[in-house]
Each structure stands twice: as structure tokens, then as C-alpha cells.
């Protein structure tokens, strides 16, 4: 889950409540999703970014969790 708020600087926020998993579990998804992010962040536009980690996420694979990132930065009009 992604929540944007339109700002001047750049912020982003990383969270995993325990319904994800264990300390590891949540920590795993944290790291993959701040990799995906620093990846793709030259494109976005200035804003605040609240990542929120949810149980489904420890069942994807790394390209299908990208995609289904970009996929929502596209629907909320984050893009340069």
C-alpha cells in the first residue's frame, strides 16, 4: 500500500505492522520495498511517500511486487 502527498522535498516512509510477520519477515519486506524505491525514485515527482507493508507482500516475488508498485505511482499520478 502507497500513500502520496503532494509536497516541495522528497520524503518517504517505510512501515510493516505485525500481521506481516516476524521481525525478520517484516524487516525483508521493508528492505525490498526501500530497493524498489531507490530504483525508480529519479521518476518520481517531489512528495511524501508512506510505504505500508501488508501480509500478501511475503508471498510475492520481487518482480511482481515492482510491478504492482509502478502500477500504483502510475494511478496516483506520481510520475514526472
Not at 20 to 38: D, E, M
Not at 50 to 78: H, I, P, T
Amino acid at each position: 500500500m502507497v500513500f502520496y502527498k503532494i509536497s516541495d522535498e522528497k520524503k518517504v516512509g517505510f512501515t510493516a505492522g505485525k500481521k506481516v510477520g516476524n521481525a525478520v519477515l517484516r524487516n525483508r519486506a521493508k528492505r525490498r520495498l526501500r530497493a524498489i524505491f531507490a530504483q525508480i525514485e529519479q521518476k518520481l515527482k517531489d512528495g511524501i511517500y508512506v510505504f505500508v507493508a501488508k501480509e500478501g507482500l511475503k508471498n510475492m516475488d520481487y518482480k511482481q511486487l515492482k510491478s504492482s508498485l509502478l502500477w500504483s505511482f502510475k494511478r496516483l499520478e506520481c510520475f514526472k
